[in-house]
């Protein structure tokens, strides 16, 4: 069965650093993006980075030149390394993929399960 798989989200001081990996496993035929959503309480959930195949990356203003993304192809793992961390970057961290399953035939998006980052002042 196809899925994304994340892991190292946590508790962390303001000012420190946090890793996030999402694995995508199963029958994909291909991966044309991976990326970063979260989703802090009572608001939307909202595009944190993302990056595609071809290399192309794009960060929320919020994050950049604190957050990198990046991407293994071959094990079709993304990676977020969050540096300097804020209070306000307190949420779910959702893995998102645009693949093209065996299964489905066309390409979709997907979605990981979540997983909590809390970063304390």
């Known amino acids: 069965q196809e899925q994304l798989v994340e892991s190292g989200g946590g508790l962390v001081q303001a000012g420190g650093s946090l890793r996030l990996s999402c694995a995508a496993s199963?029958?994909?035929?291909?991966?044309?993006?991976m990326g970063w959503y979260r989703q802090a309480p009572g608001k939307q959930r909202e595009l944190v980075c993302r990056i595609t195949n071809c290399g192309i990356i794009n960060y929320a203003d919020s994050v950049k030149g604190r957050f990198t993304i990046s991407r293994d192809n071959a094990k079709n793992t993304v990676y977020l390394q969050m540096n300097s961390l804020k209070p306000e970057d307190t949420a779910v961290y959702y893995c998102?993929?645009?693949?093209?399953?065996?299964?489905?035939?066309?390409?979709?998006?997907?979605w990981g399960q979540g997983t909590q980052v809390t970063v304390s002042s």
């Open positions: 199963g029958n994909i035929v291909s991966m044309h993006a």
């Open positions: 998102n993929a645009i693949m093209v399953l065996v299964a489905a035939g066309y390409q979709g998006s997907y």
